[in-house]
């Protein structure tokens, strides 16, 4: 990848990184359970569907291994939710969000340390994509010039983050991307500009040998339904831009025969491989 110099922040113009002949891949991809987010009214996120509708998202992390370095996308619901039983509801009263098991011991069961993760990238900074961020402090963070902005400007809560779950990230190594970047530099693992749910949301196409082309959507949807049908929810930093965003990435799921993977629906992850066992 490119070379990261010895300075807080770099600024990567990345906007047209080459997507599709590159054909590298990365060894293997565990998919870590990250939480659970139960809801009373799945219709905030399907606009005009399921009102009043009980619902259960999953929430899940993905630990990629290419050659002798580790990657982390998403860290999920924070640990410490582990020793709350019941969960924790938000202050509106519309999520309740659990973690069965905390990422840090699910990292080590499989023989990795928060310390051994050289790249760290996540979707976005809402608490269940950023609740463990600050175990990555050492990492290489690639993150949007318009998300850090937000993260580290003077109203994070305007955007739903929680400026506590970036406080040990402060100083580090951040790569900031205007646009898709290339994390490897062979074409392997594409992080893909998906703004919209919020001002740098973005995604992330893995390329495995057998499996082939995946991408990780992140909260570009929050259901496979809502993908097949252009969903998104009123709630977002710009609906516009989600849709736009979504069309987007249709087109390069088109042009790649890239599979789908979306992070918060648990039907569809029960059908994925979970770690300790892997995806290659």
């Given at each position: 990848?490119?070379q990261?110099?010895?300075?807080?922040?770099?600024l990567?113009?990345?906007?047209?990184?080459?997507i599709?002949?590159?054909?590298?891949?990365v060894?293997?991809m565990?998919?870590?359970?990250?939480?659970?987010n139960?809801?009373g009214d799945?219709s905030?996120?399907t606009p005009?569907?399921?009102?009043?509708?009980?619902?259960?998202?999953?929430d899940h992390?993905?630990?990629i291994?290419?050659?002798n370095a580790?990657?982390?996308?998403d860290s999920?619901?924070?640990?410490?939710?582990a020793?709350?039983?019941?969960?924790?509801?938000?202050p509106?009263g519309?999520?309740t969000?659990f973690?069965?098991k905390?990422l840090?011991?699910s990292l080590?069961?499989?023989?990795?340390?928060?310390?051994?993760?050289?790249?760290?990238?996540?979707s976005?900074?809402?608490?269940d994509?950023?609740?463990?961020?600050?175990?990555?402090?050492?990492?290489?963070i690639f993150m949007?010039?318009?998300?850090?902005?937000?993260v580290?400007?003077?109203?994070?809560?305007?955007f739903?983050?929680?400026?506590?779950?970036?406080?040990?990230?402060?100083g580090g190594k951040f790569v900031l991307?205007?646009?898709?970047g290339?994390?490897?530099?062979?074409?392997?693992v594409?992080?893909?500009?998906?703004?919209?749910?919020?001002?740098?949301?973005?995604?992330?196409l893995v390329?495995?040998k057998?499996?082939?082309?995946?991408?990780?959507?992140?909260?570009?949807?929050?259901?496979?339904?809502?993908w097949?049908?252009?969903?998104?929810?009123?709630?977002?930093f710009?609906?516009?831009?989600?849709h736009e965003?979504?069309?987007?990435?249709k087109?390069?799921?088109?042009?790649?025969?890239?599979?789908?993977?979306v992070n918060?629906d648990?039907?569809?992850?029960?059908g994925i491989?979970?770690?300790?066992?892997?995806?290659?």
């Open positions: 990848m490119k990261i110099l010895g300075f807080a922040v770099v990567l113009a990345a906007a047209c990184a080459d599709a002949p590159q054909q590298a891949t060894d293997r565990y998919v870590i359970d990250c939480g659970e139960h809801v799945l905030r996120w005009g569907e399921n009102v009043g509708k009980p619902w259960v998202f999953g992390c993905y630990l291994r290419h050659a580790w990657m982390l996308w999920g619901n924070p640990d410490r939710l020793a709350l039983p019941n969960g924790l509801t938000n509106q519309t999520i969000a973690m069965r905390p840090e011991q080590l069961e499989l023989n990795v340390r928060p310390q051994d993760i050289t790249y760290f990238a996540m976005h900074s809402h608490g994509h950023s609740g463990n961020a600050n175990l990555f402090a050492r990492s290489n949007q010039r318009a998300e850090y902005e937000a580290y400007g003077p109203e994070p809560q305007k739903g983050f929680a400026a506590a779950n970036f406080e040990k990230l402060k991307l205007d646009g898709d290339d994390v490897f530099g062979d074409g392997s594409i992080i893909l500009s998906t703004p919209g749910h919020t001002p740098g949301h973005q995604s992330l390329r495995l057998h499996t082939g082309p995946v991408l990780l959507t992140g909260d570009l949807v929050h259901l496979r339904y809502s097949d049908h252009d969903i998104v929810p009123g709630f977002n710009d609906v516009k831009q989600s965003s979504i069309a987007r990435m087109a390069l799921v088109e042009s790649t025969g890239a599979q789908v993977w918060h648990r039907e569809q992850h029960s491989p979970q770690a300790p066992g892997f995806v290659d």
